[in-house]
């Protein structure tokens, strides 16, 4: 069954600390791959996508997001974190051809002002 | 437009009591989605719907129904609550030109005792 697996559970980070969150998924065929995030008190927003062609993807609010293919992987970054960044974050995977998304089980971020 | 609205946006059910959790959306998407969120488990999907008059079981969808029966809509039923499914539920949209692209709704707060 495919799985999307997020390592990190909770981050805490100063203000302008770079980021990097892990999102590794098991599925040996074509995926689409997602982050979303979820300020809180909202509901989840999409924060950047992939399908195809440039592996490495820029999203709003200067997160971007790397598609490696031989480690099965879509790690998310930013170079410096803002207070306002502070939320939980979640990968997800669609296999092509289907309807089904399959999320990780979330990174909770804490930026320290 | 409002989005995608959920109703009610809390609820305490006792065991083996039955409701039905309403999403409505207005942005004539074709793809309705049901999801559960637990700490440490990520979003789950329970069943989706690709179009009005069908659904279809996601990840975990024992204990819930579903039914379409207006595109814009889409209802989650507990037949007979346990606490087990005490969750926050959101429901998700999307359309057929961009599947990718899930519009989520503000989510549900349900304790069952």
């Known amino acids: 069954a495919q799985s999307v697996s997020q390592h990190n559970h909770h981050v805490i980070l100063s203000e302008a600390a770079s980021l990097e969150l892990g999102c590794n998924y098991s599925?040996?065929?074509?995926?689409?791959l997602f982050w979303y995030v979820q300020y809180p008190g909202q509901h989840l927003q999409l924060l950047l996508k992939?399908?195809?062609?440039?592996?490495l993807v820029k999203g709003i609010k200067g997160f971007e997001a790397e598609f490696i293919k031989s480690k099965f992987s879509f790690n998310l970054r930013k170079p410096s974190v803002q207070w306002s960044d502070t939320a939980e974050y979640f990968c997800?995977?669609?296999?092509?051809?289907?309807?089904?998304?399959?999320f990780g089980t979330g990174t909770r971020l804490k930026v320290l002002a | 437009n409002a989005g995608v609205t959920q109703t009610p946006k809390f609820r305490v059910l006792k065991t083996g009591q039955s409701m039905t959790l309403l999403c409505a959306q207005d942005?004539?998407?074709?793809?309705m989605y049901w999801y559960r969120q637990d700490p440490g488990m990520g979003l789950r999907l329970i069943h989706y719907?690709?179009?009005?008059?069908?659904?279809a079981k996601g990840e975990v969808p024992d204990g819930y129904n579903v039914s379409r029966l207006k595109k814009q809509n889409f209802l989650l039923g507990l037949e007979s609550a346990a606490p087990s499914q005490t969750s926050v539920y959101f429901c998700?949209?999307?359309?057929?030109?961009?599947?990718?692209?899930?519009?989520f709704g503000p989510g549900t707060r349900l304790t069952v005792t």
């Open positions: 998700a949209s999307s359309s057929r030109d961009r599947p990718y692209e899930q519009y």
């Open positions: 599925y040996g065929g074509t995926v689409n």
């Open positions: 992939y399908f195809s062609g440039d592996p």
């Open positions: 997800a995977v669609k296999t092509s051809g289907t309807y089904k998304y399959i």
């Open positions: 942005m004539n998407h074709e793809y």
């Open positions: 719907s690709v179009g009005e008059g069908t659904t």
